[in-house]
Structure formats: C-alpha cells, structure tokens
C-alpha cells in the first residue's frame, strides 16, 4: 500500500509518495496548475504509477484553527481529484508545512529560483508524514 500526499497552491501543486509500508514520505514532484485542468490527469498518472490506495491532501487551517476561505478553496478541489481519481481523499491540517519546508530548505543553503521549485513537494512529504506518524506512533 501506498498514499500520495498533496499541497495543493493555486500556482503549483506538490507531491509526495510514502514508501509501501507507509513509514516514511518521500517528495516527487511539483505540477504546475494549468488553466485546462491537465494537472488533475497528471495526479493521476503519478497515483497509477505508484499504486497508491488514497491520497492524503494538505488543508490550510487558519492559526485559531478555523477554516478560511483558502481551506474552503481545497476542501472543493480536493473533492474534485477524489472524484477525477477515484480513490479516497483525506484531508490534513497543513499549517505552517511551507514554512517548515522553507527553513529546511534554507537549512541545506538552497535559495531562490531552486528553492521556488521544490519548496511544493517538500511541503507535500512534511504533510504526509506527519499523517503517516499519526497513523503508527
């Protein structure tokens, strides 16, 4: 079994995959959102080719732990890919994964240009690994 973990941004969506035995989320990639909505077929593809069993999706609490309209914005599209991809989505608190992905990054001195490019996916591995933890403490 594996689980795809999302951090959906209206730009650029990224995405990790944990390995089979669901201890440990390794980032894959980041997709760019396209007008055409040709980045859920790209999900998808990911999720066949890894064999996931159901993807886990990043939600953007506010800090107060309500859900604003961003949170609203990715509960719809997240139900849009369960639909699209025809496995079960769950939805994960994802406060501050970018931020953590950010200083990790800045931690291992990648800056700029690179850091835009896989700041998503190092997002999407923090945020199904920490569902992962919740799953075997």
Request: charged residues 25%.
């Amino acid at each position: 079994m594996r689980i795809l973990g999302v951090d959906y941004g209206s730009r650029r969506i990224g995405i990790a995959v944990s390995d089979p035995a669901c201890t440990m989320a390794h980032p894959i990639q980041t997709i760019q959102v396209k007008s055409d909505g040709s980045h859920f077929q790209e999900i998808v593809e990911i999720a066949r080719s890894f064999q996931v069993d159901r993807l886990v999706v990043g939600l953007p609490y506010n800090m107060d732990g309500s859900l604003g309209g961003k949170g609203e914005e990715v509960l719809l599209w997240g139900r849009e890919l369960e639909q699209r991809i025809g496995l079960p989505v769950t939805f994960w608190d994802e406060r501050l994964s970018t931020s953590e992905a950010h200083e990790m990054l800045l931690g291992f001195n990648i800056k700029g240009k690179k850091r835009k490019t896989i700041v998503d996916k190092i997002a999407a591995s923090i945020i199904l690994q920490g569902y992962l933890d919740s799953e075997h403490p």
